[in-house]
């Protein structure tokens, strides 16, 4: 029995005797930290240009199933997006995307469910995105930001929006107004 005390003490001093020789760790301050100037923020109104009819449509219908109330029509949409309500001004950005019929019953309205990419060409953040996903069921609402990339990667925010009178004919287009306010990691500077 003595020989296995031996061994015990042996063990808890040459133990004891590495963890004092050990060189403590190197801490990095900035684990878990920005290393560049962190999250920035991105506030922007535009104007949603959807054209829903006749030849300069930027949406299609690709489903129509036949359901009552339009449940489960899917259309793709390459919108355009102005600094103002005039489909003439340059523009800043397109949502590209789908929007998806989502409410069966005609007492319960409509819900556009729509995910689109918000691609940017203007030159402030041109080929950027903003992910973009949420419902359209009146006039107002809100939709989600759920990722980003390029100078707009890791975005999250929401984007507010109201419909505003159409400038031509109300049967095949509108305008929303869109007011996005965002958080994003821009890449670094190298």
């Not at 005797?17 to 684990?31: D, E, K, Q, R, S």
């Not at 919108?79 to 103002?84: E, L, R």
């Not at 819900?111 to 949420?134: I, K, N, Y």
């Not at 390029?150 to 929401?158: D, E, H, I, P, W």
């Amino acid at each position: 029995m003595a020989g296995a005390s031996h061994v015990v003490v042996f063990l808890v001093f040459s133990n004891l005797a590495i963890a004092m020789g050990a060189t403590p760790p190197i801490l990095n301050p900035y684990v878990g930290k920005c290393k560049s100037s962190c999250e920035e923020e991105l506030n922007i109104s535009l104007y949603l240009h959807q054209v829903f009819a006749g030849a300069a449509r930027n949406q299609e219908v690709i489903l129509s199933p036949g359901f009552p109330n339009s449940f489960g029509v899917i259309a793709v949409n390459d919108w355009t997006m102005h600094a103002t309500a005039n489909s003439s001004a340059s523009i800043i950005a397109r949502a590209k995307g789908m929007h998806i019929q989502a409410t069966q019953s005609q007492a319960n309205g409509f819900a556009w469910f729509l995910p689109f990419s918000m691609v940017f060409e203007d030159s402030s953040f041109g080929g950027s995105t903003l992910q973009v996903m949420g419902a359209i069921s009146g006039a107002n609402g809100e939709w989600a930001i759920v990722g980003g990339t390029g100078k707009l990667s890791m975005a999250r925010g929401t984007v507010n929006f109201t419909e505003v009178q159409p400038q031509s004919n109300p049967n095949s287009e509108n305008y929303r107004k869109i007011d996005i306010q965002a958080f994003y990691t821009p890449p670094p500077s190298v």
